[in-house]
């Protein structure tokens, strides 16, 4: 009995503000419903996902979605992995570097999007850095007007945004591995690499699994970026992700039905990558 009382606030918690909403998104799915109108949603079953099938914008913004989620997911795990190792290997100034790189990571993503727009405009900072490494004067390289640029400009803030937090845990799990393991190796003869390769990284599976999982799904939601960039004049098909899209549907189209349908397609989606990412990294030993 106390274990239910104890768990109790977590289970409301979450039956509150996840399970009810998720549960209400899917019966909104099945309906149409105009917000503004103060008629009872119209039940019409599965229409909403069949028009999802036929709508261009939707398969753009799965394509949006898709091309920024691996373009940021990767190299996040990546990076932040590297990040980690560099940081651990020293013997000074980790807790500096941990700071300093964690630091973006409490920066709420409108800030972060609307800071990056000074910097990303043809007279901000980064026009001005480039063509100072390039060694040109005065070349607008369009981060926020040519449709490809917009898309690397969104994977470069959410990198810039994000690579702290999973440094963090990679910290953490790196912190963890017995320090009688490596001595082990050591006697055995294992050298720095055959260290990292062989004791350090299998190690560390649970923690980069976790990194990974994280990873997609963060990417896969993200949104301030892309709509703060949109609101600006950048271009939109290029990173008109899901969750802009659904935004626009519901908000702006007026289409709650519609908009919820994309929403459950988008939990789907991300629920069966996250059971195919622990199946493929072997869910018993993680």
């Not at 190792?85 to 999007?113: C, D, E, G, K, M």
């Not at 937090?165 to 009688?180: D, Y």
């Amino acid at each position: 009995m106390w274990g239910w009382v104890f768990v109790l606030p977590a289970l409301t918690y979450f039956a509150v503000f996840s399970f009810y909403p998720i549960f209400n998104a899917f019966w909104l799915s099945l309906h149409t419903k105009n917000p503004l109108s103060l008629r009872p949603p119209r039940f019409v079953g599965l229409r909403n996902y069949l028009d999802l099938l036929d709508s261009a914008t939707f398969w753009n913004s799965w394509k949006a979605t898709g091309l920024f989620t691996l373009g940021t997911a990767i190299p996040l795990v990546v990076l932040s992995l590297l990040l980690a190792t560099i940081i651990v290997s020293r013997l000074n100034f980790q807790r500096f570097f941990q700071l300093a790189f964690y630091a973006p990571a409490v920066i709420p993503s409108v800030v972060a999007a609307a800071v990056w727009l000074l910097l990303l405009d043809p007279r901000g900072v980064a026009n001005q850095w480039v063509n100072f490494v390039l060694g040109l004067s005065g070349v607008d390289h369009k981060w926020l007007a040519n449709p490809e640029m917009v898309r690397f400009s969104t994977t470069v803030v959410y990198l810039w945004e994000k690579l702290g937090f999973f440094t963090i845990i990679f910290i953490a799990g790196l912190g963890g591995i017995p320090q009688s393991v490596k001595e082990a190796a050591h006697v055995d003869g294992a050298g720095g690499w055959q260290l990292y390769r062989y004791v350090t990284l299998p190690l560390l599976k649970p923690t980069t699994l976790l990194v990974s999982v994280m990873a997609m799904i963060f990417c896969m939601r993200t949104f301030a970026t892309q709509y703060l960039f949109t609101q600006a004049g950048a271009p939109r098909e290029s990173i008109n992700v899901v969750t802009l899209s659904i935004y626009t549907t519901g908000i702006r189209d007026l289409q709650l039905g519609l908009a919820n349908a994309m929403s459950i397609v988008l939990l789907l989606v991300m629920l069966v990558l996250s059971l195919l990412q622990f199946r493929l990294s072997g869910r018993g030993e993680s």
